[in-house]
């Protein structure tokens, strides 16, 4: 399998350089906690299903999922790309890049993570 460099594929850092940027209270020499087998084989599946929500959903001009934020109580919209690469670090043991998603986005160009699953499911059972 041929290494893809996900670094490169994302925007900018928003907060370069800025002094109230909201991660400088992370330690960037402090490694992350490593991961259970068990967390590292959920993530690895869910990889694989984004690859596959990719391939089907794309096509049918969906470009990524939602969430509801708890924190600021606002929905985030997630390009399929930089939830593969968010993944992907995070096997690596590493953050995940800085990314900054559309200030517009299609809203109904993103689905729900449980909706993207049953729309594979149904796709199986057919």
Request: charged fraction near 25%; proline fraction near 10%; glycine fraction near 6%.
């Amino acid at each position: 399998m041929a290494s893809v460099n996900y670094n490169s594929q994302m925007p900018l850092d928003p907060f370069a350089d800025d002094p109230n940027d909201p991660a400088s209270f992370l330690d960037p020499d402090e490694p992350a906690p490593p991961l259970s087998d068990e967390e590292r084989a959920g993530i690895t599946q869910d990889l694989a299903l984004v690859a596959r929500f990719k391939e089907e959903l794309t096509p049918r001009g969906i470009l990524g999922i939602f969430f509801l934020c708890e924190e600021c109580d606002d929905f985030h919209y997630y390009d399929w790309d930089i939830m593969a690469a968010n993944m992907a670090a995070t096997l690596s043991g590493e953050l995940a890049p800085v990314h900054e998603p559309s200030m517009e986005p299609d809203v109904e160009a993103y689905v729900p993570w449980d909706y993207a699953a049953g729309y594979l499911d149904g796709l199986n059972a057919g």
